[in-house]
């Protein structure tokens, strides 16, 4: 009897009060207050790694693996998989592990050269950012380039079927976009950084242009896989190049604050394009003049992206 008195106390309990008070805590926490609050737990937690691994000898006051001599009998392979673990999740920057951005180490006097030029890197705030001509022509090629992107490719599959390629034809087609698509962020991460990234951006936009051009006059699979592949060239180097340039041109001690404002154009220029050719394909029965108008967009970013030079810090 007792025993159902608890349980029928707890049935009570919970149709009174069904959500738990911690999880209605979490429910009324913002994301970002959310994501703070995980963050700071989770550096207490790394700190404490460290500060022990420091107090047992295994790690300099740096952080860093020191190579003195300690007592058999403190020493435990755990910790120092603890404090190895520790020093590569608590970095924000390649910095925090001797290196510079572009893969350079800081130190070269093993190897009896001298080290490389640091290059002297941006620090805008999101208020000096917005305040150079430099922001608006990136932010014009994000709302330019964006449509693009997912107008075409969401309607890529029934635009190829239309015009006589067999669905699975098409698939593969789709398969050859997403490969070309990769293949180019990997060379743009290869290319050499004195090079201005304005110029391959608009690169980019020039394959893209090529590409919505050639899915108009798509008579056959070959042309079709063509018309993908200069396309995907031009989406890989364009979702691999733009973070860069916001880095490039205004540093990254603010990178969040200002590429946020781009974003939330971006989000929404990215749902526009597909909107957009649904809509004159409708109006149209086709998709020739969708294309049309997403080519015209990736014109007018090649012109954006030239023209988006490196802001000078008078600028802001």
């Known amino acids: 009897m007792p025993g159902r008195a608890r349980d029928r106390d707890r049935s009570l309990a919970a149709v009174a009060d069904p959500i738990p008070a911690r999880f209605l805590s979490v429910v009324l926490h913002s994301p970002a207050e959310l994501g703070q609050s995980v963050r700071y737990r989770h550096l207490q937690r790394l700190e404490q790694l460290v500060r022990d691994a ?3 000898g295994k790690l300099d ?3 860093r693996a020191n190579g003195g001599p300690r007592s058999d009998a403190a020493h435990r392979p755990a910790d120092d998989a603890r404090a190895w673990l520790a020093r590569r999740l608590d970095c924000d920057r390649p910095e925090d592990l001797g290196l510079l951005p572009d893969g350079a180490t ?9 080290p490389p030029a640091r290059p002297v890197e941006a620090r805008f705030s999101r208020r000096q950012a917005v305040r150079t001509p430099a922001f608006w022509l990136l932010l014009s090629y994000t709302v330019l380039v964006y449509p693009v992107q997912a107008g075409v490719s969401l309607h890529q599959a ?12 098409a698939a ?3 398969s050859l976009f997403s490969l070309m698509s990769g293949i180019a962020s990997a060379l743009c991460g290869l290319m050499p950084r004195a090079l201005p990234v304005r110029y391959p951006m608009a690169l980019g936009s020039v394959f893209l242009t090529i590409g919505c051009l050639l899915i108009i006059g ?7 896989a063509i018309a993908a592949a200069l396309f995907g060239l031009g989406i890989g180097a364009m979702l691999t190049l733009l973070p860069v340039a916001w880095a ?3 540093g990254r001690a603010n990178y969040g604050a200002i ?3 781009a974003l939330s154009a971006q989000v929404l220029a990215q749902a526009a394009g597909p909107l957009l050719s649904g809509i004159l394909h409708d109006w149209t029965g086709n998709y020739t003049r969708s294309l049309e108008c997403f080519a015209t967009l990736s014109g007018l970013s090649i012109l954006a992206a030239l023209a988006a030079r490196r802001p000078r810090p008078e600028q802001g």
């Open 54 to 56: 420091t107090s047992a």
């Open 158 to 169: 029934a635009n190829l079927v239309e015009h006589g390629v067999t669905p699975t034809v």
């Open 259 to 261: 590429r946020g404002l």
């Open 106 to 114: 800081a130190a070269a006097a093993t190897t009896g050269s001298h």
């Open 61 to 63: 006051r740096h952080g």
């Open 172 to 174: 593969a087609i789709i």
């Open 218 to 224: 798509i008579a056959s699979a070959r042309q079709g």
């Open 248 to 250: 490039d041109y205004f």
